[in-house]
């Protein structure tokens, strides 16, 4: 996908025999946290299908699916260069025949079975500490370095960093799951899972019409991501440069809980002062009472006693990229619901997930921002953490990450 959404739609593939829904293409939705659209009569969810190969990895731009899983790995230090290499062989030729739709393989479990691919997206990335561990510390790319502490942050590490990642998204919870075993099984013995995280989105087809989903505190989320059309798309989500690296991403993670039992007492003027938009549509509130969602922010307007209208400690004022240099990303969040803390209150949140061309440009100083002058941040913990590089995606019959290691 080389951005636009003409380009979003060219790479959905329609599922079944001649019918199907394609992915990212309906009414609009497009990367981020819209939603895409249920099928058509007589299609069913199951048959979309996104294409593994290609120029660039699946699950950057595509809509979030309903259902994601993370998980990280640490490769073995018997593993070398040599084993990294067959560990993304053998990942991305399992995630192109999942991907595919095609059956199961001989010895699988057949947790799938009866579904398509329900647009399946995996997407592989590698962390910092790879490259020593793999021999390759003269190939880490300048942008792959540690995130700096910001204030507040409460990170276990148990839970953050990793020398891969594995993103998996689809339509139906049994295929990502299945694609998950699937993957951690091929890691046996090269690498050792280092942590787990699973979350979700708006089920397709659960609006009337394809929409901006919600997070845990009910507000639409996704507003006023970087749009595939928008000139300047390709610069701020992809990499560029001549190296391996090149049409890639950076994906920085971080599993933030909300203080959702705080959050959900405050009255409705209070949390809408805390964002800047209006709870019931996502409206700026500096659009008055015609505003819609995609009304555009101002950022200056005043009421009649000359009060700003988004408030000096608003998140999308704090947040945006004018009140931060211009820096940008592509936001990819999925909410979590992972139970009961000790204490009673739910463990719950965003897995936050932030694509750009560099961390320096976009999450970095965004987050040293936010930090220290969200409203919104006396409900958020900041709990785990990562970064990886995401490489292109792999042209047919090769595999993801194969410039690297081969190049
Ligand atoms: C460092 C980057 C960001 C973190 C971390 C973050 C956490 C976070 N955000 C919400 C809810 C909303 N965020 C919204 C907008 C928004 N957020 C960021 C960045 C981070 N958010 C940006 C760059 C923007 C866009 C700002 C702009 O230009 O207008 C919104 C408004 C709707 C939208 O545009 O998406 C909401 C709502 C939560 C709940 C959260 C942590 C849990
Ligand atoms: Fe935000």
Redo the contacts with the bound molecule.
């Keep these: 996908m080389s951005g636009g959404s003409a380009g979003l739609s060219r790479r959905a593939v329609l599922g079944g025999a001649g019918a199907g829904l394609a992915v990212g293409a309906a009414g609009g939705a497009w990367g981020g946290r819209a939603s895409a659209h249920a099928p058509a009569d007589g299609v069913t969810l199951g048959a979309a299908r996104v294409p593994f190969h290609a120029a660039r990895q699946g699950g950057i731009v595509e809509p979030a699916q309903a259902r994601v899983e993370w998980a990280a790995f640490d490769l073995l230090a018997s593993t070398g260069r040599d084993g990294l290499a067959a560990l993304l062989r053998g990942w991305s030729a399992a995630a192109a025949r999942m991907a595919a739709g095609e059956p199961a393989a001989e010895g699988e479990n057949q947790i799938a079975l009866d579904a398509g691919p329900s647009s399946l997206t995996v997407t592989f990335g590698f962390g910092a500490t790879l490259f020593d561990k793999a021999g390759l510390a003269d190939r880490r790319p300048a942008a792959l370095v540690e995130l700096p502490a910001f204030p507040g942050d409460a990170l276990d590490p148990a839970r953050s960093g990793g020398d891969l990642w594995v993103q998996i998204g689809a339509d139906d919870s049994l295929v990502a799951v299945h694609a998950l075993r699937v993957l951690m099984r091929l890691a046996t013995g090269l690498a050792a899972p280092r942590w787990l995280m699973s979350g979700f989105a708006r089920t397709p087809g659960a609006t009337p019409h394809p929409m901006t989903g919600r997070?845990l505190?009910g507000?639409?989320?996704?507003?006023?991501?970087p749009r595939p059309r928008d000139p300047d798309f390709d610069a701020t989500v992809f990499a560029a440069g001549g190296d391996w690296m090149a049409g890639g991403s950076y994906a920085v993670l971080?599993r933030?809980r909300?203080l959702l039992e705080g959050w959900d007492t405050l009255p409705l003027d209070k949390q809408e002062r805390i964002?800047g938009?209006r709870k019931s549509d996502?409206a700026p509130l500096s659009g008055g009472p015609d505003a819609v969602e995609r009304t555009p922010?101002d950022l200056a307007a005043t009421d009649g006693d000359g009060v700003l209208r988004i408030a000096p400690d608003a998140?999308?004022r704090v947040?945006?990229?004018a009140s931060n240099g211009g820096a940008?990303?592509l936001?990819r969040g999925f909410s979590f619901h992972d139970g009961l803390l000790p204490d009673g209150s739910p463990d719950a949140?965003?897995l936050?997930a932030?694509y750009q061309a560099d961390p320096a440009r976009g999450?970095v100083p965004?987050?040293q921002r936010?930090s220290r002058g969200d409203g919104?941040s006396r409900y958020?913990r900041h709990e785990a953490s990562a970064l990886f590089a995401v490489p292109p995606g792999a042209p047919a019959g090769g595999y993801v990450g194969q410039q690297l290691l081969e190049g």
């Design positions: 997070n505190m507000q639409v989320d996704g507003t006023n991501n971080r933030i909300m964002i938009r996502g922010v998140h999308v947040a945006a990229a940008a990303m936001r949140g965003l936050f932030a999450f965004v987050q936010l919104l958020l």
